[in-house]
Nanobody, 122 residues
Framework: QVQLVESGGGLVQPGGSLRLSCAASGSILSINGMGWYRQAPGKQRELVATITSGGNTNYADSVKGRFTISRDNAKNTVYLQMNSLKPEDTAVYYC????????????????WGQGTQVTVSS
């Protein structure tokens, strides 16, 4: 019904930048909130940033001022621009679709992408 395809992860040196993308596909009529979460080895998954359909954003304190979340509603795509990356940003980053309504009337909630690895290391 819905697919989330993430891209843009990789290996980057401290201080570098990466841009993650997450495209939602399927018979989607509308999407409410979308966001990015991350999970480092041995740690719980944590919120990185979220964005509503109207563009309101929320960030974890640890990434404020360094990461920027944005979305293209026409493309059902959310982005995460990550600047000034630190080794502690190393994690698998997951795209999250909070709620979507399909043309069939089905409501999809709490849908996750497969994750993309971000490694910050010299």
């Amino acid at each position: 019904q819905v697919q989330l395809v993430e891209s843009g992860g990789g290996l980057v040196q401290p201080g570098g930048s990466l841009r993650l993308s997450c495209a939602a596909s399927g018979s989607i009529l509308s999407i409410n909130g979308m966001g990015w979460y991350r999970q480092a080895p041995g740690k719980q998954r944590e919120l990185v940033a979220t964005i509503t359909s109207g563009g309101n954003t929320n960030y974890a304190d640890s990434v404020k001022g360094r990461f920027t979340i944005s979305r293209d509603n026409a493309k059902n795509t959310v982005y995460l621009q990550m600047n000034s990356l630190k080794p502690e940003d190393t994690a698998v980053y997951y795209c999250n679709l909070e709620r979507a309504v399909l043309y069939s009337g089905t409501i999809v909630v709490a849908y996750w992408g497969q994750g993309t690895q971000v490694t910050v290391s010299s």
